[in-house]
Nanobody
Framework: QVQLVESGGGLVQAGGSLRLSCAAS????????MGWFRQAPGKERELVAT????????YYADSVKGRFTISRDNAKNTVYLRMNSLEFEDTAVYYC????????????????WGQGTQVTVSS
C-alpha cells in the first residue's frame, strides 16, 4: 500500500488554472500507475487522467483532453495534474490513486486513495 496526500485545490474563476499535487509515501511509487479522479456532488466518481510508471503513457477523459495535463516526478514521489481553462463543470473533489498494474484505466484497479482536495470553479 502507498499513502497519498493531495494538495493544491481551491477556488478559481472560470478560465483560470490550478495545479494539483499528490505526494506519495513508499519506495515503490515509481512502479505504480497513478490516476486522478473527481467526484462532483450527487455524481459518481469519474476518471480524469492516468499516467504509467515511466510517464511515457497517459490517458485523459474526453471532458478534460487538451485542458488538463498529468505528469509525475518519481524522484519526488509526486504526481501532478495541471488544469487550464477551468470550467464550472470541473468543480469537484479531486482524488489521486495508485494501481499496481503495468497499465490500467479501470477505477476498480486503483487500490490506494488520497483524501481528496476540493476544486471550485466560479462562473
Amino acid at each position: 500500500q502507498v499513502q497519498l496526500v493531495e494538495s493544491g485545490g481551491g477556488l478559481v474563476q472560470a478560465g483560470g488554472s490550478l495545479r494539483l499535487s499528490c505526494a506519495a509515501s513508499g519506495r515503490t511509487f515509481s512502479t505504480y500507475v497513478m490516476g486522478w479522479f473527481r467526484q462532483a456532488p450527487g455524481k459518481e466518481r469519474e476518471l480524469v487522467a492516468t499516467i504509467s510508471w515511466s510517464g511515457a503513457r497517459t490517458y485523459y477523459a474526453d471532458s478534460v483532453k487538451g485542458r488538463f495535463t498529468i505528469s509525475r516526478d518519481n524522484a519526488k514521489n509526486t504526481v501532478y495534474l495541471r488544469m487550464n481553462s477551468l470550467e464550472f463543470e470541473d468543480t469537484a473533489v479531486y482524488y489521486c490513486a495508485a494501481a499496481e498494474s503495468s497499465w490500467t484505466t479501470r477505477i476498480t484497479d486503483f487500490h490506494s486513495w488520497g483524501q481528496g482536495t476540493q476544486v471550485t470553479v466560479s462562473s
